[in-house]
């Protein structure tokens, strides 16, 4: 996938001098073999271990010449907690800390490395420099245990860098009845996300700019062409002007990125679009989604960044879905697994077909209906509808409330092999316990209709990355028994 970071880690090995030394570069040897041979890419240790800060100031230099974005602080003794988290506060960087536990009995007459309570010195420096860092749920580790946190810590700091380096684009206003996913902005610019906000006309005089690239929109309508093949492309017609939008919005990423690394986008989709442009920009944006540009419907900034924040996460595609309907009855079959839900717990997940194709059971090229009874059905063309594929997903929002603080939620679910027996791109979405988190957190919290989700479980990676950029309300489902602030005991 294209507009992610690609995660440079450094392993830094740390002493506190009156430990030998050899015993953190031993431990540190260790660790690097069992990256080899679990084949984890962009790992590599620095060849200075951190005894004071003038060590720390060399490994420092030596993150900076090789390009090294994240770091593990590698406590393979006690370590010394000033000088390492001297080092995490100069590299700015995301940064975790992981201990070396002791390897046997012959170890403790005199090679113990009591890294075990070294982690708790950290700990305290940590606050001192008022850090954010990640400490695994148990920090002290054997290098194969190591190379698992290691694994998770490469997709958590993925997320944060990601979304320091952000621009998120949007083009147009928030149409009147659907004013939900407005948020202020400020919180955006508070995690270092750049934002560009654009008119409607901006895209239409983008989209006429690039009309005389002949040659490249007739690849990219061959290279549309290729994905849907005859049975799906069910409308030749708009294929070419489908093609000219996505050269437009790629032009303008290219374009007008600008300081970031990275942009998505949030454009207004509806209503005046159709009867400009006279096709649905949906497919387009399944494409570009697909491919690592989030493209969110209706203008929506923190779906976008929730989406980017997704395909860190994963380095997968993503989807943004209304969370729609319910599930009748009727529609679950004698016997279906639900994953664990009650049906209560099954909703649909619903977008006019935005999902791509990669992510879809079964899709083509339809018409958008919604819409088609407010205008011609001709000039609602370009949906990507069918069911979406069944599997594990984690439904997830980073929101913006109306006072400007920072929210968000995680679940954890699956899209069900189930017919959704309706129109749209969608899908039957099973969450255990979705019943009482849908009342008491996203209507109890007013988080917005759209929901972003990832095509596997990423709730450890998102709620770790959340807490390092500084997001403290951080929603998940309740067990049963277990009552949402504010929830009413005798209800239940």
Excluded at 260 to 288: G, I, M, T
Excluded at 299 to 319: I, N
Aim: charged share 20%.
């Amino acid at each position: 996938m294209i507009n992610q970071p690609v995660v440079k880690l450094g392993i830094v090995g740390v002493s506190r001098d009156c430990f030998p030394i050899t015993l953190t570069q031993a431990r540190v040897k260790a660790l690097m073999a069992e990256v080899k041979k679990a084949n984890l890419p962009e790992v590599y240790d620095c060849p200075v271990t951190i005894e004071n800060e003038n060590d720390a100031v060399k490994a420092l230099a030596w993150a900076k010449d090789n390009g090294i974005n994240a770091v593990c602080m590698f406590l393979g003794n006690f370590g010394p907690e000033g000088p390492t988290t001297m080092f995490v506060q100069k590299f700015q960087g995301p940064a975790m800390v992981l201990a070396a536990k002791e390897e046997g009995k012959a170890n403790l007459a005199s090679d113990r490395g009591d890294a075990l309570c070294g982690v708790l010195n950290f700990s305290y420096n940590v606050g001192l420099r008022r850090l954010k860092v990640y400490i695994p749920e148990y920090p002290n580790v054997t290098p194969e245990e190591a190379v698992k946190e290691l694994a998770d810590f490469r997709n958590i700091a993925r997320v944060v860098i990601g979304i320091k380096n952000l621009k998120v684009i949007g083009f147009g206003p928030r149409p009147q009845d659907f004013l939900a996913c407005n948020a202020p902005i400020q919180p955006l610019f508070d995690l270092g996300v750049n934002v560009q906000e654009n008119s409607e006309l901006d895209l239409k005089c983008q989209y006429e700019a690039v009309a005389g690239r002949t040659a490249e929109i007739e690849a990219i309508a061959k290279d549309m062409e290729r994905e849907l093949g005859p049975s799906r492309n069910t409308y030749p017609e708009i294929i070419n002007k489908m093609a000219q939008l996505e050269l437009a919005l790629l032009d303008w990423y290219e374009k007008q990125k600008g300081a970031a690394d990275y942009a998505v986008f949030a454009n207004k989709c509806w209503p005046a679009w159709q009867p400009v442009f006279h096709f649905e920009p949906c497919y387009v944006n399944s494409r570009l989604t697909g491919r690592g540009i989030p493209v969110a419907c209706e203008v929506d900034l923190y779906g976008a960044v929730s989406e980017f924040m997704c395909e860190c996460a994963t380095e997968k595609p993503a989807t943004l879905l209304d969370i729609n309907n319910s599930v009748p009855a009727d529609v679950i079959p004698a016997g279906a697994c639900l994953a664990g839900a009650d049906p209560k717990d099954l909703y649909m997940g619903f977008h006019c077909g935005n999902t791509c194709s990669d992510c879809m059971k079964d899709c083509k090229i339809k018409y958008q209906l919604i819409q088609a009874r407010l205008m011609s059905p001709d000039i609602t063309k370009g949906t990507l509808e069918g069911q979406i594929k069944p599997g594990k997903s984690t439904m997830f929002r980073l929101q913006s409330n109306s006072d400007s603080k920072l929210v968000s939620y995680i679940a954890q679910g699956e899209f069900l092999d189930i017919d959704p027996c309706s129109f749209g791109g969608i899908g039957i979405h099973a969450i255990p316990g979705f019943a009482r988190f849908y009342r008491h957190v996203l209507v109890g919290k007013r988080f917005p209709h759209h929901g972003a989700y990832a095509f596997e479980h990423c709730g450890k990676v998102l709620f770790e990355a959340l807490k390092m950029l500084g997001v403290e309300d951080i929603n998940t489902p309740l067990p049963a028994g277990q009552l949402y602030p504010g929830e009413n005991p005798f209800a239940i």
